[in-house]
């Protein structure tokens, strides 16, 4: 029995051996713009050892890794993680991304609705560009102790949370302050007519609410502190922001918001000038394992879209998920469209004007 | 032959120089320049043309936020000045040997840690639930929390604080260069402090004076850090303004626009503040 356990081991030894060698040969750098949290230390440390390529991480966000692609015309990194919805229109404009090849994909391992979703609506020219990895939402995040009328996006312009309250001045506030107005922004993305209409309404109401915000935060960090020292007692902030303050101050938690919490899913891509294709595909098919899965998602706070990728989720952080979101309010989730080209202008316009507004 | 080999060594030294000016100034420059005339039709369409200078003159937004960033910037200058200027006349005038080493190394102390830091130790000080906020309060001063974070005032201290070493180092150094002897003589023949202050050693001072206001107001004009994370709600400043067109905008030709209207008009503050100060560019970095 030993000496056949030993044999099966040479054996394995030896093909293990056999794949690791050309694996090493082809060894590569790969180049990775991606979110804080989404590539932790562990997992990249096991996906070198297992395929032998190296690892760079630069941490960013959606626009900062547009611009980055921009500026090389889609060279300096090899795989890089925006939002499905800004995928094509920077496709459209600055022709930054390459196309996936679906072959060398392992698709069994990603949820099949969120791949499939997630392809449709990241097509453009017939090609699918990005790959579903991990999702979240954005919504309030609210000091329930302190702010328990605070319900919804509008509600931060009460009175009663005058001067304690905070969000980004950025397209996220928008959309959101007009689905809490009983408006449909996602239905009038393809008008741009009835979009800016919507647009005037919600500038409007943003700059009315102005008295009650005590500053537009910029960085996750910025809005967790202002929460913690209780500066601010409500705020447009993302799901995980809130689950982390959760674990210092129970009173405060993500609230999802009841004209819906606003959905989107990090991707994909791989830049048009990227060198490393094949510890790109590689890292893709490395990180969408159930069980790495799980790692990313206890660190970055977020599920991904990996079969079972929620197994191995710690049970605090799935316990304040579901505090978070009951059925209705995940059916609730508005996901974010694809943002048609040039829709980021009105949008920035409107901001501008909310920004100067006294 | 001789003068052949010369010759060459003045161009050798040149080298270095001109390849910084060409290679990082003037060809990113130019590039810039191009992309800012370059106005957008559609997704990869564009014409040529000044369409981005003129929105910048057509949205009050635009050139109210560049006022606002330039009295600002003009305000910050004059108070480093009048904090700055007895700072430097008490160690180049007053002081001797260690206590001058001691209390100009105190001032470059703070400098030591990046502006990151530095920005977010006044952000504890100042905020609702900081420092001062607290200090008062224990002193039984005022009833509630004072929030003092996120106002114009607050962005003036982050860059009087910021920048005024590089108005009290050219300060010492012109004021070192001042005879003792004249300002006795001024006392001898029966000057008042007054006047010899502004007989003396003011216009001594001067070249000092003036390349401390150019630095100092352009690092205030320039500045990113400090307007964004201590001013409130309000506070707009221009280079946050180009940073939006650049990054969240993806509107590259109106932030380089923005990048050369900022270049330009500030070049123009400079010059008519060399103008009415009497002063010329190369007196004033000449001597310091």
Same mark, same amino acid.
């Given at each position: ?61 959606? #626009?900062?890794? +547009?611009? @980055? ?8 990194? !090899? %795989?890089?993680? /925006? $939002? ?8 459209? #404009?600055?022709? +930054?991304? @390459? ?8 698709? !069994? %391992?990603?949820? /099949? $609705? ?245 | ?288």
């Amino acid at each position: 029995m030993t000496v056949k356990l030993s044999k099966f081991g040479r054996v394995a030894i030896a093909t293990t051996a056999m794949v690791a060698v050309p694996m090493m040969a082809g060894a590569e750098t790969l180049r990775l713009l991606t979110w804080g949290g989404y590539a932790p230390e562990e997992v990249i440390a096991k996906f070198e050892e297992e395929t032998g390529h190296t690892v760079e991480v630069t941490t960013s966000n959606n #626009e900062e890794m +547009i611009a @980055k692609l921009r500026a090389t015309n889609g060279g300096g990194f !090899d %795989l890089a993680q /925006p $939002s499905q919805d800004r995928i094509t229109s920077a496709q459209e #404009e600055f022709g +930054i991304y @390459k196309p996936i090849d679906m072959s060398r994909i392992n698709a !069994d %391992l990603f949820i /099949p $609705s969120m791949l499939s979703a997630t392809a449709a609506n990241t097509t453009f020219d017939g090609e699918v560009y990005g790959l579903p990895h991990v999702w979240g939402t954005s919504g309030l995040v609210v000091n329930t102790a302190m702010a328990q009328s605070v319900q919804d996006y509008t509600d931060l312009c009460d009175d009663a949370v005058a001067g304690k309250v905070s969000y980004r001045l950025k397209r996220p506030t928008l959309i959101g302050f007009a689905y809490s107005m009983g408006l449909d922004p996602f239905a009038a993305y393809g008008d741009s007519a009835t979009y800016q209409g919507i647009l005037d309404q919600v500038e409007a109401k943003l700059t009315e609410c102005k008295a009650n915000v005590k500053t537009y935060w910029d960085g996750g960090d910025e809005i967790k502190n202002l929460l913690r020292s209780g500066e601010v007692v409500a705020s447009m902030a993302w799901d995980t922001g809130g689950w982390q303050l959760n674990a210092d101050n129970p009173d405060i938690t993500f609230v999802a918001p009841k004209s819906g919490a606003l959905g989107w899913i990090d991707t994909f891509v791989l830049p048009a000038r990227g060198r490393a294709d094949d510890a790109a595909y590689d890292w893709i098919n490395f990180v969408m394992q159930p069980e790495i899965a799980a790692m990313i998602t206890n660190t970055a706070g977020n599920f991904t879209a990996a079969v079972n990728g929620d197994a191995e989720v710690n049970a605090d952080l799935k316990a304040r998920y579901q505090g978070s979101f009951d059925q209705q309010a995940i059916d609730n989730i508005k996901w974010y469209p694809p943002v048609p080209a040039g829709l980021e202008a009105m949008e920035g316009a409107s901001l501008d004007r909310i920004n100067a507004a006294n | 032959m001789r003068s052949d080999a010369s010759r060459l060594g003045f161009y050798l030294l040149l080298a270095p120089i001109l390849l910084w000016l060409v290679v990082l100034i003037i060809l990113p420059h130019i590039g810039l320049f191009i992309v800012s005339i370059s106005e957008k039709l559609g997704p990869r369409e564009y014409e040529t043309g000044f369409g981005n200078y003129t929105a910048f003159f057509s949205e009050p937004l635009y050139w109210r936020t560049f006022a606002r960033t330039a009295i600002m910037s003009i305000l910050a200058t004059a108070l480093t000045l009048v904090l700055g200027f007895p700072i430097a006349y008490y160690i180049a005038k007053l002081t001797r040997g260690r206590t001058k080493t001691v209390l100009f190394l105190m001032c470059m102390i703070p400098f030591w840690v990046s502006e990151l830091v530095r920005t977010f130790g006044w952000m504890i000080l100042l905020r609702e639930t900081g420092v001062f906020s607290n200090l008062l309060q224990s002193l039984g001063l005022v009833s509630g929390p004072v929030e003092m974070l996120y106002n114009d005032a607050a962005i003036m201290v982050g860059l009087v604080y910021t920048s005024i070493l590089f108005m009290v180092v050219p300060l010492v150094t012109t004021l070192d260069s001042l005879d003792d002897s004249l300002i006795e003589a001024g006392y001898d023949l029966g000057g008042t402090s007054t006047s010899i202050m502004r007989e003396i050693v003011i216009p001594h001072a001067m070249p000092g004076i003036v390349s401390g206001c150019i630095v100092v107001f352009m690092l205030s004009l320039g500045n990113y850090l400090t307007p964004i994370l201590l001013g409130g709600k309000d506070s707009l400043w221009f280079t946050g303004m180009i940073y939006t067109q650049f990054i969240t905008r993806f509107n590259w030709e109106l932030g380089s626009a923005f990048g050369f209207l900022l270049l330009g008009l500030s070049s123009l503050v400079v010059f008519l503040g060399l103008k009415l100060s009497g002063q010329t560019l190369s007196q004033t970095m000449g001597r310091s």
